[in-house]
């Protein structure tokens, strides 16, 4: 859920070209042999998996903790709970996922039958991100795994005890000759990519996206872009004060409470009508001191160099001069206090950037529907949140708008929602996957076709004349009646 920085994006040392060869032969040689492919070894890798969440669990807080100061309970919240989940659901429903599917043949076609078969890609490379380091290592793993493919991870270098953890354990419970864990800089995620794979799934940036894409481009191998964008919220009037307070509960936990703000599916922005600022405001205020009273309750930035991009967008006089609330920065312990800002200039970086960060604009309308045209004034967001009562609003807000989702009174759950694809549009990204898509992400959909020797229908060759033309023109609008009267002659 990340993209200010990942990967294929930061310092790092390259590894021994040798070493990296044999051990990418080594899955090349696993997946050729048929070893990934029945469904028990599916299913042994995920109960692996799942172990070791459960027996490392402290291990992975810890972990999380370091690279991000995040809370044991946002650790398990968002990464590891989350994980369990999708394991669980894969095991339970993978048979499911991997049966061929039977579907129509025409009557022309008989005698035949037709199937749509899943079968595993191959080899996938999977980019993760460091702002959810666990999950976005692991949520991807487990589709794959479920389809049956040999995988190699490239965890992010900004999230080093996490990619640590995964290293010294994925190998441990898993099949070490499947499933690896690579590490290192841009220079390894540059050696990987010189590779041919059967998938690549990139979690992070666009500038870097461009550069995975072009040299997957050598090798024609398809990929995926998890990215990210300016998710923007629509916050409508909501009738009555409970529903008004849940509902800035729930803004609070999508800006404040996930990765303090750097996930590429938390609000970036709030639209509000003029009239209504000024209670948003003051219930966001009071809300917050209640939820983030410590500074242990909010995860930190992940390095120096983006608290200080952070810090450069309130540098901006305009800027700066708009923030309501917050707005102290703590540059020894990478903290920035969750800070309110009410209309910057809609040029400014805050508003053109995607701030990834706990900072939030406010962005006044003079009527809610008025943030339809702005919403689409802009590249189209991996996610869009609305706050609403108003049906007509929702279905505007469906028809009209673009985006990866669509969320209304709630943000960012949608994220753990398995029946619901996760994935960008546009320049957020594209490709989806969780649950289900995660499978199908990391599939081919075969086409197979049986037919037998019953039936010979030789209108389909020559030599040609104007009945089998009647005849072909009746088999392909279906209408087999004037089929079989033009074949006994007795239509033209």
């Not at 599917?101 to 993760?128: N, Q, R, T, Y």
């Not at 870097?208 to 872009?225: D, E």
């Amino acid at each position: 859920m990340g993209t200010m920085a990942t990967s294929v994006e930061e310092i790092g040392a390259a590894v021994e070209l040798p070493a990296l060869q044999r051990r990418l032969g080594e899955l090349r040689a696993t997946f050729e042999g048929g070893r990934t492919r029945p469904l028990s070894w599916r299913q042994s890798q995920l109960r692996a998996l799942l172990r070791l969440l459960a027996d490392k669990e402290e291990e992975a807080f810890r972990a999380l903790h370091a690279d991000l100061g995040k809370h044991r309970a946002e650790a398990y919240r968002d990464e590891v709970g989350v994980l369990t989940k999708s394991a669980n659901a894969a095991l339970r429903e993978m048979g499911k996922w991997a049966a061929p599917e039977k579907v129509w043949a025409p009557l022309a076609a008989f005698p035949a039958s037709a199937h749509v078969v899943p079968e595993p890609l191959g080899v996938v490379l999977i980019f993760s991100c460091w702002n959810f380091p666990l999950g976005l290592s692991l949520e991807p793993l487990i589709g794959a795994i479920a389809a049956g493919n040999a995988v190699a991870l490239k965890p992010s270098e900004l999230a080093p005890a996490t990619a640590r953890f995964l290293e010294e354990n994925i190998g441990e419970y898993l099949d070490a000759t499947a499933v690896k864990v690579i590490q290192g800089g841009p220079a390894v995620g540059e050696q990987l990519m010189e590779h041919r794979w059967d998938k690549v799934l990139f979690t992070g940036c666009p500038r870097v996206a461009r550069v995975v894409m072009a040299a997957a481009a050598k090798h024609l191998t398809p990929v995926a872009l998890e990215l990210g964008g300016k998710c923007p919220c629509i916050f409508d009037a909501v009738a009555g004060r409970r529903n008004l307070q849940s509902s800035v509960n729930r803004v609070i936990f999508a800006k404040w409470s996930s990765c303090a703000g750097q996930a590429c599916i938390a609000i970036d922005y709030v639209l509000v009508e003029e009239r209504f600022a000024p209670t948003l405001i003051k219930l966001l205020k009071s809300t917050l001191k209640r939820f983030i009273a410590d500074s242990d309750q909010m995860a930190r930035i992940v390095n120096a160099r983006h608290f200080q991009r952070l810090s450069n967008l309130l540098k901006d006089p305009a800027v700066a001069a708009s923030i309501l609330h917050g707005g102290n920065l703590d540059a020894k312990n990478l903290s920035i206090d969750p800070t309110i800002l009410l209309n910057p200039p809609l040029d400014s970086a805050i508003m053109t950037e995607e701030i990834f960060g706990p900072l939030l604009p406010i962005i006044t309308v003079k009527k809610i529907e008025d943030s339809i045209a702005f919403v689409r004034a802009r590249p189209k967001p991996l996610a869009v949140y609305a706050f609403t009562d108003s049906a007509p609003l929702k279905r505007r807000i469906v028809e009209e708008t673009s985006s990866g989702s669509v969320t209304f009174n709630d943000a960012v759950v949608q994220f753990g929602i398995d029946s619901l694809p996760f994935g960008g549009v546009g320049q957020s990204g594209f490709g989806q996957y969780h649950g289900k898509y995660s499978f199908e992400m990391f599939s081919h959909k075969k086409a197979v076709l049986r037919r037998g020797f019953l039936v010979e229908a030789m209108l389909r060759y020559p030599p040609w004349d104007e009945q089998k033309i009647a005849m072909m023109r009746h088999l392909y609008r279906y209408d087999y009646v004037r089929f079989i009267f033009t074949f006994l002659g007795l239509w033209k």
